[in-house]
């Protein structure tokens, strides 16, 4: 199993630009999740899914948007990008009745 | 908004020190969670405990959950370098999702 897979690894936006966080897990995982992480700061919640066709806002969704077409995918869509949305992006996942969120690489976004 | 402090925020220390490390909550959580994070990749879970007093071990470090399942501990007896990186406590308030604490940066300087 690859688990939690994120692409891409690195990405420089300008103001204004929008792009698309990709993650896929291949545990068949009914949980998914993305969170941002700021420096000195913890994960904060952006977006979870608990299964295909089923998306809900955590606690900073604001500028951003998902979608679960299917079990694998959870793609994060930055439609105008904003210096605030520069930081770093987790995606997770998690099996149902399970504790364990399995966290992918990350994704180092840099809005100038 | 259920919050996690963690403290201290950073730690540097000698490479043989032992090492308390706090997570604090005026909310009650049905468990708490850590993670440890190394630079450049994403967390990764060490433990869960459940039970209000509960008490874990994972080699040389005990994790302790608060009676009232508001707070819980990590302590590190003679850390060693590759203890270094960032400790992540998380709460579940119930059937919602985790609430992260802002994490507690390690470092054993050998």
């Not at chain 1, 299964?51 to 604001?62: F, H, L, M, R, S």
Request: with cysteine; proline share 5%; net charge positive.
């Amino acid at each position: 199993n690859a688990g939690v897979t994120q692409t891409p690894k690195f990405r420089i936006l300008k103001i204004g630009q929008s792009m698309t966080l990709q993650c896929t897990q291949d545990m068949n995982h009914n949980y998914m999740y993305w969170y941002r992480q700021d420096p000195g700061m913890g994960l904060k919640l952006i977006y979870y899914s608990v299964g295909a066709g089923i998306t809900d806002k955590g606690e900073v969704p604001n500028g951003y948007n998902v979608s679960r077409s299917t079990t694998e995918d959870f793609p994060l869509r930055l439609e105008l990008a904003a210096p605030s949305q520069t930081s770093v992006y987790f995606c997770a996942s998690l099996r149902q009745g399970g504790d364990r969120q399995f966290f992918g690489p990350g994704t180092r976004l840099t809005v100038l | 908004t259920q919050l996690l402090e963690q403290s201290p925020q950073f730690l540097s220390i000698q490479e043989g020190e032992n090492l308390t490390v706090y997570c604090n909550s005026s909310s009650v959580f049905s468990s708490l969670q850590w993670y440890r994070q190394e630079p450049g990749e994403g967390p990764v879970l060490l433990v869960t405990v459940v039970t209000g007093g509960e008490v874990k071990k994972l080699k040389r470090l005990t994790f302790q959950f608060g009676d009232a399942r508001k707070d819980s501990s990590l302590h590190i007896t003679a850390a060693q370098p590759g203890d270094t990186g960032l400790y992540l406590c998380a709460g579940a308030p119930g059937n919602t999702p985790l609430v992260f604490g802002k994490g507690t940066r390690l470092s054993v300087i050998a």
